[in-house]
């Protein structure tokens, strides 16, 4: 995959930004008058994304299972977001993960800094996605890492401190991958096709692409400037989020408003990417979202990428391709795909949309 070997300018650590004492935000961070977040009540307020109980999807009972796969397909149709509970991780792995990486955001910069990533792969401790010289950068610390598949898998390359730190990667990433491939199921039955069509072009069991990114949103002196992260929406195939349950950030565009996520504890907050959107034909959509950031508060949030694997060609189900409805989209590879946002940083739906074929 063509990348750039380093980063177009010295990386400035948002973190160490914020500890040197600044007031006011540089100008890399300031977003346009017509991108930066507004704090001032409105008529969504009320609003959230749908909250799902899983507990009853693999239950004897059919018409139980029937119901929560109905809410499934719902909120995917309407939202292309939704909140997951009772979906089978333990909250004290879920919790004693969070807590380790806010560990690690805290501990000295030249600790940190013997992780520190490039373009190539961006796996490390980052503080931009876009590689071009000059993208407007967010507030945000990040370290990314790769689970699967195996051959991608590199522990040496997870922070060897805290000293917990490998080991509940390794727990929480295998339960969170679980959990994604039931989803994934769910996903495939609701759009009429065989259980494991989407986990079979995303590579098979064991042989997805799945990845973690760990966000770091430090205090801003300036929230009403810039962003954690800017519009987006995921290039890859669905994410499951553990969200910083102290902290508010994420919102959610729908309806051309902004909807601020409000998550209930112990839960996935499960979006879907724009693999998904292509294999679905645009049956099911990504969607945008961005992240809001704090003047009081720090905030951690732990993202897992459910992805293809990364040279498997990725195209519209011929099961979905009719005379009415051909196909939208060309076949592309992910490792391809994403080299748009490794590129130019996050950019709304600009990539996914540039692709559509205007039948």
């Known amino acids: 995959m063509s990348c750039l070997q380093s980063w177009p300018e010295p990386v400035a650590r948002v973190q160490h930004l914020?500890?040197?004492?600044?007031?006011?935000?540089?100008?890399?961070?300031?977003?346009?008058?017509?991108?930066?977040p507004s704090f001032i009540e409105s008529a969504t307020s009320d609003l959230n994304i749908p909250v799902i109980d899983l507990q009853d999807l693999f239950s004897d009972?059919?018409?139980?299972?029937?119901?929560?796969?109905?809410?499934?397909?719902?909120?995917?149709?309407?939202?292309?977001?939704?909140?997951?509970?009772?979906?089978?991780?333990?909250?004290q792995l879920m919790a004693a993960t969070q807590d380790v990486w806010r560990e690690f955001f805290h501990l000295p910069l030249e600790e940190k800094q013997k992780y520190a990533n490039s373009p190539i792969t961006y796996e490390g401790y980052g503080s931009r996605i876009g590689a071009e010289k000059g993208v407007s950068l967010d507030w945000s610390d990040y370290f990314f890492l790769h689970y699967l598949p195996i051959s991608l898998r590199d522990e040496k390359k997870w922070p060897q401190i805290p000293v917990s730190c490998r080991e509940l990667v390794e727990k929480y990433s295998e339960e969170v991958v679980k959990l994604g491939g039931k989803l994934m199921k769910v996903f495939s039955k609701n759009l009429g096709l065989k259980e494991n069509y989407l986990e079979e072009a995303f590579g098979g069991e064991g042989n997805i692409g799945a990845c973690l990114r760990v966000n770091y949103y430090p205090k801003c002196p300036q929230p009403g400037l810039t962003l954690g992260i800017s519009p987006h929406s995921d290039p890859g195939g669905m994410t499951l989020l553990f969200p910083d349950e102290k902290v508010s950030g994420l919102q959610v565009r729908y309806k051309n408003n902004w909807v601020?996520?409000?998550?209930?504890?112990?839960?996935?907050?499960?979006?879907?990417?724009?693999?998904?959107q292509v294999l679905s034909n645009a049956n099911y959509r990504s969607v945008e979202h961005r992240v809001i950031v704090n003047a009081e508060k720090e905030r951690v949030s732990l993202a897992y990428f459910y992805n293809p694997r990364g040279d498997i060609p990725i195209k519209p189900a011929e099961e979905l391709i009719t005379e009415d409805n051909p196909p939208l989209y060309p076949?592309?590879?992910?490792?391809?795909?994403?080299?748009?946002?490794?590129?130019?940083?996050?950019?709304?739906?600009?990539?996914?949309?540039?692709?559509?074929?205007?039948?």
């Not at 139980?64 to 995917?76: D, G, I, M, R, Y």
């Not at 601020?260 to 693999?275: C, E, H, S, Y």
Request: aromatic share 10%; charged share 20%.
């Open 61 to 91: 009972d059919d018409s139980l299972c029937q119901t929560t796969t109905n809410l499934v397909a719902s909120a995917c149709r309407e939202w292309g977001f939704f909140q997951v509970v009772n979906h089978g991780i333990r909250y």
């Open 260 to 276: 601020t996520v409000k998550p209930p504890p112990n839960a996935f907050i499960v979006n879907l990417g724009d693999q998904l």
């Open 331 to 359: 076949c592309l590879t992910f490792n391809e795909y994403r080299l748009y946002i490794r590129t130019r940083g996050p950019c709304g739906k600009a990539q996914v949309e540039s692709l559509k074929s205007p039948h």
């Open 18 to 36: 914020l500890d040197s004492g600044i007031q006011k935000i540089p100008e890399c961070y300031v977003k346009k008058p017509s991108e930066r």
